[in-house]
T-cell receptor
């Protein structure tokens, strides 16, 4: 079955620390991978996406993610987090054999201690 | 200014009633979607439309009916409401060209529905 897994439901880090949020995918076709963020009581905003080329992609607000085909992963990273990064982060995937459907993982709730 | 407008922001309904959730997008996109977010299923795909035609329906219940009266509108009618329907419903849109999966979905702020 095709799926996206975010193994960490909650992550807490101190302000200024580095961050990695994990995402694993399981797809038979070539995956097109996204990270979205949801701030409290808001909709979702895309941070970055990967579909080809350099496996490290840069996003907004200093976020980056690295695609690994061998590991089936697309982990999100940030070198130094700010308290305003506290939010829920979703990994998501599309593929050609899924039509227009964007499938989300269960999300990781990030709390940054000031 | 928000480019995807969802109305209302909050909605309280009684069990058995019917409600319509409104979504309008001003991004010029040709595809629109509905997602549901609840404690049980964080972000659940419901429907996708392209050029006002249904492309994919992952909602088992016929109580949920999308309605597209205009290219930039995709409303969601929910009949015979149940407490389990309580969730935040998100509308999204994208510009789909040639079936390219890398196109970005843009989301509205959601309608929070509570069924009593």
């Amino acid at each position: 079955a095709q799926s996206v897994t975010q193994p960490d439901a909650r992550v807490t880090v101190s302000e200024g620390a580095s961050l990695q949020l994990r995402c694993k995918y399981s797809y038979s076709a070539t995956p097109y991978l996204f990270w979205y963020v949801q701030y409290p009581r808001q909709g979702l905003q895309m941070l970055l996406k990967y579909y080809s080329g350099d496996p490290v992609v840069q996003g907004v607000n200093g976020f980056e993610a690295e695609f690994s085909k061998s590991d089936s992963s697309f982990h999100l990273r940030k070198a130094s987090v700010h308290w305003s990064d506290s939010a829920v982060y979703f990994c998501a995937v599309r593929s050609r054999n899924m039509g227009y459907k964007l499938t989300f993982g269960t999300g990781t709730s990030l709390l940054v201690d000031p | 200014d928000p480019k995807i407008i969802q109305k209302p922001k909050y909605l309280v309904a009684v069990t058995g009633s019917e409600k319509i959730l409104i979504c309008e997008q001003y991004l010029g996109h040709n595809a629109m979607y509905w997602y549901r977010q609840s404690a049980k299923k964080p972000l659940e795909f419901m429907f996708s439309y392209s050029y006002q035609k249904l492309m994919d329906n992952q909602t088992a219940s016929s109580r949920f009916q999308p309605q597209s009266s205009k290219k930039n509108h995709l409303d969601l009618q929910i009949t015979a409401l149940k407490p389990d329907d309580s969730a935040t419903y998100f509308c999204a849109s994208s510009q789909e060209t040639g079936g390219a999966p890398q196109n970005t979905l843009y989301f509205g702020a959601g309608t929070r529905l509570s069924v009593l």
